[in-house]
């Protein structure tokens, strides 16, 4: 049996005047028709033929409407053998539909040329797209399409001020905009058509420009680029949120676990690097892909609940630390990492308003981890809280056997050690938040005795 076939052509970029005449023949030749829209001014030369405005209609995705309308041309072409798709513009210029067509072995593609929109674009610019290195893009997928990009950036399918003001929203979303505010793009609508429209548009106000299905939009260059790789890892998280039967049932209480086991997997990777096993790294890096999928994923469901997104985590972690390496960003001076440590706790306390320099201590750290964060707060306010003896010089080892032997003992006298040591490290706390509201203000004082530092990057 034959392999059906569909024809794709295109229907060019603006009036029946600038369809080809191989599509015109294909028209005349082939009897089952199909239109991806009728919403195009050449649609006139195919008045009988079937659209797919439909499923724009009753179909929440883009994505999807592209996989169902391969469905019924396969469906067509098995049916009569031989259809003609056509699509605005060419047919391999920012057509998704097409592309998924001529991925499926299910019917044979037969693809004719056609005139682009970014054909009229260039003539209109008076730009040379090779010697320009123009990126063409896709507005309705513009912030991972141009992730990564510098411009020159034609940007197609801006067929609403939705669109435009998306494009707007993903390059003034980075910690820099990636176009000034006097930036100057052009705005090209209905090209080859009478009522075109080639228009400059200040940057500061794209967001109020009219937009249709004709339009699109020129960007000279950007003066920074957005991150691609990280733009694709959210979609792809999204998309499994909307497709993944287990992604849409997850919520941040039911993805804890996962988030703890992942944390410890990140830490069974560092300690191999430490002890210089082979594929170390590469251990890591999968490792910690794992624990930004958590990071992305609660961010999503954030996003979802219309409560912050990715960008607002990666600004505002930006701006705290910024805030919190004045000696780095301003004009603080510091004597050595102890010094940096009191002044991330002084300016934290400031920032949260927190009348204690414990307030935000996780509670569900393990014990040991929890008692270590009591210290070093203790020590980063300096100040020792209660009486403890000073010991002498260890290495790690004697500390692990003297930890393991009290466990041992604890174990032989019915004494749960975890919950012994928490009891312990939370009258240390108590003690020292006592001398603390009672004495000099946060980092006056300095740490007695040699004390280990921690900035305190892991808590808020």
């Not at 990715?310 to 603080?332: M, Q, S």
């Not at 009290?406 to 312990?424: C, M």
């Not at 009258?427 to 007695?448: F, I, M, W």
Request: glycine share 6%; hydrophobic share 45%; charged share 30%.
């Amino acid at each position: 049996m034959a392999v059906p076939r569909v024809v794709v052509a295109g229907l060019g970029p603006a009036g029946a005047d600038l369809v080809t005449s191989e599509t015109l023949a294909a028209i005349e030749r082939i009897e089952r028709r199909f239109v991806r829209t009728r919403r195009h001014p050449a649609v006139t030369v195919v008045p009988d033929a079937r659209s797919f405005d439909h499923l724009y209609d009753s179909l929440d995705t883009l994505d999807a409407v592209y996989r169902g309308i391969v469905e019924k041309l396969v469906a067509a072409a098995n049916e009569a053998g031989e259809v003609l798709y056509l699509v605005p513009g060419s047919p391999v210029v920012a057509e998704r539909s097409v592309e998924l067509l001529g991925s499926d072995d299910r019917v044979e593609v037969e693809v004719l040329a056609a005139l682009s929109f970014a054909d009229l674009a260039w003539a209109r610019l008076g730009i040379d797209p090779v010697a320009a290195g123009v990126r063409l893009v896709d507005g309705q997928r513009f912030a991972v399409d141009a992730a990564g990009e510098r411009g020159p950036l034609l940007v197609a399918q801006c067929d609403s001020p939705d669109v435009l003001s998306e494009v707007k929203l993903t390059l003034d979303a980075g910690t820099e905009p990636c176009l000034p505010p006097d930036a100057t793009v052009t705005v090209l609508r209905r090209l080859g058509l009478p009522d075109e429209v080639v228009e400059p548009v200040r940057w500061v106000e794209l967001d109020r420009v009219e937009a249709d299905h004709l339009t699109s939009l020129w960007i000279p260059a950007l003066a920074a680029p957005v991150a691609r790789e990280v733009a694709r890892f959210a979609e792809l998280v999204a998309v499994l949120r909307r497709e993944c039967p287990w992604d849409r049932e997850q919520t941040h209480e039911s993805l804890t676990r996962h988030l703890v086991e992942e944390t410890y997997e990140v830490l069974d990777a560092i300690d191999a690097v430490a002890e210089d096993r082979p594929g170390a790294y590469e251990l890591l890096e999968e490792e910690l892909g794992d624990l930004l999928l958590q990071v992305v994923f609660h961010t999503t469901l954030a996003e979802e609940a219309g409560q912050f997104t990715l960008a607002d985590v990666a600004n505002g972690i930006h701006d705290k630390l910024r805030a919190r390496h004045p000696h780095v960003f301003g004009d603080v001076e510091v004597a050595g990492p102890e010094d940096v440590a009191r002044n991330w706790e002084r300016i934290k306390q400031a920032e949260k308003g927190r009348e204690s320099i414990f307030e935000g201590i996780p509670t569900h750290l393990p014990a040991l981890l929890y008692a270590l964060k009591v210290q070093k707060k203790a020590a980063a306010l300096g100040e020792r809280g209660v009486a403890l003896p000073e010991p002498p010089t260890l290495a790690s080892t004697d500390v692990g056997e003297r930890l393991f032997a009290l466990v041992d003992e604890a174990r032989r006298h019915g004494i749960d050690p975890d919950a012994a040591l928490r009891a312990a490290a939370n009258r240390y706390r108590r003690a020292v938040e006592e001398r603390e509201a009672a004495g000099p203000p946060l980092g006056s004082v300095r740490p007695a005795g040699r004390q280990g530092v921690d900035p305190g990057y892991p808590t808020s």
